[in-house]
């Protein structure tokens, strides 16, 4: 089967078929592999030279030699690479690939359904910024337990960032300026700010501009702060690339949702 030319659905039920068909074997060659898998055997290579699948056998010749559990990983791998979207999850996904590299079939299942829950999150987040740049702030509800004010911890776990990136922002101006012994607490409305600038960078705008739109947004001129981030002229303008990241998104939590399937099927290889 050219899986490799296949939509991702039948190309993971084919080759869920073909895990389970040749789980017991050990002699497939890099050739055998590649055409099971619809992956290029120079992938494979850069697999294995990263780390991402367990050592292969080799024969007195040399020549490498997989089997079941590599065809596993190679499809780990395909839907992980498949669905990088930001550098947060970037980083989650590691552990999806360290587990199923050790073959430690528990902590893929917590690595995996914490990706996915990782994605729901930043799906969440992405709804919240929009609706915050767009001007219907007034839709989003507030849950009534949720606090008046956040700590920088408490701001940048909501966010999906870390207190280090939060104080960049502050020092590159996109926070009121706060004396250098206050204790930091932010609003709601600075928390939807993060969101925000959070999503501006994830889909490709500079620092440069994200200051230029919130100058222009804090000074009330909102239509300005907005025509400072549309370009139609590039076809790339900030309801465009939210749109295509959205859509990133959720093509990633399908490929989550997958990789949380794969987790019983370890313990058939």
């Not at 991702?8 to 068909?21: F, I, P, S, V, Y």
């Not at 619809?38 to 697999?47: E, L, M, P, S």
């Not at 709804?127 to 507030?142: G, H, Y």
């Not at 909102?222 to 590039?234: F, I, T």
Request: charged residues 35%; contains cysteine; proline residues 2%.
């Amino acid at each position: 089967m050219d899986g490799m030319k296949m939509g991702e659905e039948q190309w993971g039920a084919a080759l869920e078929k073909d895990l389970k068909l040749f789980a017991g074997e050990t002699d497939l060659k890099i050739g055998r592999l590649s055409k099971l898998t619809g992956v290029k055997a120079g992938t494979i290579r850069f697999y294995e030279k990263c780390g991402f699948l367990e050592p292969a056998k080799r024969l007195p010749n040399g020549y490498r030699i997989f089997g079941g559990r590599h065809i596993y990983q190679i499809r780990v791998c395909r839907l992980v690479f498949g669905g990088f979207v930001n550098k947060r999850l970037r980083r989650i996904s590691r552990d999806i690939l360290q587990a199923s590299r050790d073959w430690k079939p528990e902590a893929y299942r917590q690595a995996a359904d914490g990706y996915l829950q990782a994605v729901e999150e930043d799906i969440g987040r992405t709804k919240i910024a929009v609706d915050f740049v767009m001007d219907r702030l007034q839709e989003i509800r507030e849950e009534r337990e949720e606090p008046l004010t956040y700590t920088k911890k408490e701001a940048a776990r909501r966010v999906g960032v870390t207190a280090e990136t939060i104080r960049n922002w502050e020092r590159s101006g996109l926070f009121r300026q706060r004396a250098r012994y206050e204790k930091r607490r932010y609003s709601r409305q600075e928390l939807r700010r993060m969101y925000v600038i959070r999503l501006l960078l994830d889909i490709g705008y500079s620092m440069m501009a994200v200051r230029s739109f919130f100058r222009e947004y804090d000074a009330g001129d909102r239509a300005q702060a907005l025509r400072g981030l549309v370009k139609p002229e590039e076809n790339q303008d900030l309801i465009y690339r939210a749109d295509r990241y959205m859509e990133t998104l959720v093509h990633t939590k399908e490929k989550a949702r997958q990789l949380c399937a794969m987790a019983d099927e370890m313990k058939e290889v």
